[in-house]
């Protein structure tokens, strides 16, 4: 029987890393994610189980030191929020370009601009469509819930070594502030420097003698190499989409209509679907795991055998545009979403069902 | 070449390992090549070729990693000091140090720079001031002189209305974090043996546990000054060092 806690899901991020066995976290306080810090500060790692945790005077250096140290075979991370996540573009870029392992988590926070510390999911497109300069992806999940936040954490580190390539939770205000019971694994010993020496011959460890320097860069001057480089990630990017699509159905079976909803969206559609259900509509729900990889083979197959589809996300539509493309025109999809902060209702949820999919023409 | 006279004791100069075969693409008469072998010549004689990450820049010495035979990082464009930051608190036992330009180090990378130094980074930190960005072109730095005519200060370098060169040797040194801070040069081979003492003292340091030490050197850039390698450094002796004077500007000891 594993240890239950009561926690928030920013605090359940804190505590997966320390538990995980993380080396480091560089992070800058912002609005609604800032109890990460706190918690990893409070907690002090570094005596149990010598994770570094470093407030850095920007995400600008959060996010390069996080490369230092991911260059160096360590497992480091970062978590912001949306304007802070901006900012780190640049070095998510360099990150992905260098093929370096990272996690980095988003509490997603309403924009554009200084916007508002309320929740949204305003950032899908940033974050599942690359971000910074380059063709590039991050690898993102999305949480929906406090032991969801817990579990990522490991995930995401998983998958971000498996591919090289930096991993992104984007996760909400709702999922960072909520307190909810999590399941919490024991303490995990840090990678030593031996193991990293051996697993990770692209890590700067120091030297090996009669062996050739690494050097690690995302440059590469010559446009043939440099065209091979880009191959070579985006075959990467190809065998993740092949193997790592993760996502949860819900009443499906039986359903004439799908909600495509990921996050707190999610939790707020399974409401939705028992009101909806309750009126006759045959409901169900779609929630992607992995935003990028996309589900996009799922939502074909449904596509073939449902009437509708409501993409709810607290935006002004931005994954609708990939449930689009999946369901490639087959079948009515439409996009409902309040942004600003606002969370929508479950009855919202309905009525927009009833009368962009189920009424619309 | 009579191969006899290859004896130990006949040994005048040897070109250390730490340096790669790789040819330079330094325009001649650039001190970054020089400034590569200190390091590459401190690391060796110290003995800490594989415990040495360095981190480098963008900018001329962008391509440092191929020179520098240690294993070492590619930053973004002014994030050296974070990059080492990341490295040195994740592995403390090793030696790290940072390798940028002016433009890197005191315009785009001030922040880190600064915070890095402020934290007392147990780190290296190497800043070559030639006082223009190379390898884009000749523009105008952080560093340019007031007068001094660059691509993008082409009547001068106007204080009025581009602002003035910054001396961030000196701001660093106010930092409590700092425990070395040097300026030093290598135009001239007594001034290259110096210089040199100061980079190993700046290794050295790391030992300690003290804080930062930084090693500025002015150097020069005959392209983009526009001068032939002998009136550049010429140039550097007349102009660069009034407003950059050379020695240790803090020594804690």
């Given at each position: 029987m594993k240890e239950l806690r009561l926690m928030k899901g920013n605090e359940a991020v804190a505590e997966a890393a320390i538990r995980f066995g993380v080396d480091g976290y560089f992070g800058y306080p912002i609005t609604p994610q800032s109890e990460i810090l706190e918690h990893l500060m409070a907690e002090n790692p570094y005596p149990k189980t010598g994770m570094v945790v470093l407030q850095a005077e920007s995400e600008v250096a959060s996010i390069n030191m996080v490369y230092g140290g991911a260059a160096c075979g360590k497992r480091v991370m970062t978590t912001s929020s949306s304007p802070g996540i901006s900012l780190m573009q640049e070095g998510l870029s360099y990150i992905a370009g260098a093929e370096l392992p990272c996690l980095v988590v988003n509490v997603v926070r309403g924009g554009p601009g200084l916007g508002t510390i309320q929740p949204s999911q305003a950032d899908y497109f940033q974050s599942t469509k690359g971000g910074g300069h380059g063709d590039y992806r991050l690898i993102v999940l999305a949480p929906s819930s406090v032991q969801e936040m817990y579990d990522f954490v490991g995930l995401g580190f998983d998958l971000a070594f498996k591919y090289r390539n930096p991993a992104m939770l984007l996760a909400d205000g709702v999922i960072g502030q909520v307190m909810e019971k999590v399941e919490v694994d024991d303490y995990k010993p840090r990678w030593t420097d031996e193991y990293i020496k051996k697993s990770f011959p692209w890590a700067t460890t120091g030297k090996n003698p009669n062996q050739p320097h690494v050097i690690v860069t995302?440059?590469?001057?010559?446009s043939a190499r440099q065209e091979q480089v880009n191959l070579r990630i985006q075959a990467k990017y190809r065998e993740c989409e092949k193997n790592d699509v993760r996502f949860e159905m819900l009443h499906c079976d039986d359903a004439e209509y799908i909600f495509v909803a990921y996050g707190s969206s999610a939790r707020i559609c399974q409401k939705a679907i028992e009101m909806g259900r309750e009126k006759g509509i045959k409901v169900g729900l779609l929630r992607p795991i992995t935003l990028w990889p996309f589900p996009t083979q799922i939502l074909r197959e449904l596509s073939y055998k449902v009437k509708g589809m409501l993409a709810v996300e607290?935006?002004?539509?931005?994954m609708v545009e990939d449930v689009i493309l999946a369901t490639e025109n087959r079948i009515k999809v439409e996009h409902f979403g309040r942004f600003g902060g606002i969370i929508p209702s479950p009855q919202e949820v309905v009525t927009a069902l009833e009368t962009k999919i189920i009424g619309g023409k | 070449m009579n191969e006899s006279i290859i004896k130990p004791e006949n040994l005048v100069y040897r070109r250390t390992p730490?340096?790669?075969?790789n040819v330079m693409h330094y325009c001649p008469g650039c001190g970054h090549g020089t400034i590569h072998r200190l390091i590459a010549e401190v690391i060796e004689e110290m003995g800490i070729q594989e415990q040495t990450i360095g981190v480098a820049p963008v900018?001329?010495?962008?391509?440092?990693y191929n020179y520098l035979d240690v294993d070492i990082q590619e930053a973004a464009h002014g994030r050296a000091p974070a990059l080492a930051t990341g490295i040195k608190r994740l592995k403390p036992d090793f030696f790290v140090f940072s390798y940028q330009g002016d433009g890197d180090?005191?315009?785009?990378g001030t922040a880190e720079t600064i915070h890095a130094c402020n934290r007392g980074e147990n780190i290296t930190m190497i800043f070559v001031n030639n006082g223009i960005y190379g390898m884009t072109g000749g523009q105008m730095a952080p560093t340019t002189l007031e007068g001094m005519k660059t691509s993008t200060s082409p009547y001068g370098r106007d204080i009025k209305m581009m602002g003035n060169p910054l001396k961030i040797t000196e701001l660093l040194a106010q930092l409590p974090g700092t425990i070395y801070v040097t300026r030093q040069a290598v135009y001239k081979p007594a001034l290259v043996r110096k210089c040199k003492t100061a980079i190993r003292k700046a290794f050295e340091n790391q030992r300690l546990n003290k804080g930062t030490s930084f090693v500025e050197v002015v150097s020069n850039c005959n392209s983009g000054w526009k001068l032939p390698p002998v009136e550049a450094n010429k140039w550097l002796e007349e102009n660069m060092l009034p407003m950059y004077p050379l020695g240790d500007i803090k020594d804690v000891k």
């Open positions: 995302s440059l590469e001057l010559d607290m935006s002004a539509g931005q | 730490v340096l790669t075969d900018g001329c010495s962008v391509l440092a180090l005191a315009a785009i």
